[in-house]
């Protein structure tokens, strides 16, 4: 069992949420924590607690984006984010994010339903 034990926990990622901007402001104290590998910013959520929803390039989100990525690397983690196509994650990953979630089971699914429907109209 000890065996099993060391590489269960040497394989596995330990994400936490940044989604609020109490989260950004104790990111250092999150990031101390021995275990966590990444941070993935959930943008929508973050933008709302910030007072500008999904206003991305907007100072305050900036900021918020920019603590998060130093205290990642200061601490030799990874940064991570959700987007929905692959420009917006080519320029996130631009920024410093190494984690990349593409899109999300809705719009996957309703995108796979869509192009069903359209096939089966044609």
Not at 33 to 52: N, R, Y
Not at 75 to 87: D, H, Q, T, Y
């Amino acid at each position: 069992m000890p065996g099993t034990m060391r590489t269960a926990d040497a394989q596995t990622l330990v994400t936490v949420k940044i989604e609020t901007a109490a989260a950004v402001r104790s990111i250092e104290q999150i990031m101390d924590v021995d275990g966590i590998d990444v941070a993935v910013i959930g943008h929508t959520d973050l933008s709302l607690s910030l007072g500008v929803p999904l206003q991305l390039d907007h100072p305050d989100f900036v900021a918020a984006i920019d603590a998060v990525l130093a205290a990642c690397r200061r601490r030799g983690k990874a940064a991570g984010c959700v987007v929905a196509n692959p420009e917006q994650g080519r320029q996130w990953v631009a920024k410093g994010f190494r984690m990349v979630v593409y899109s999300g089971d809705i719009g996957l699914l309703g995108g796979a339903l869509e192009a069903g429907f359209e096939r089966l109209r044609a």
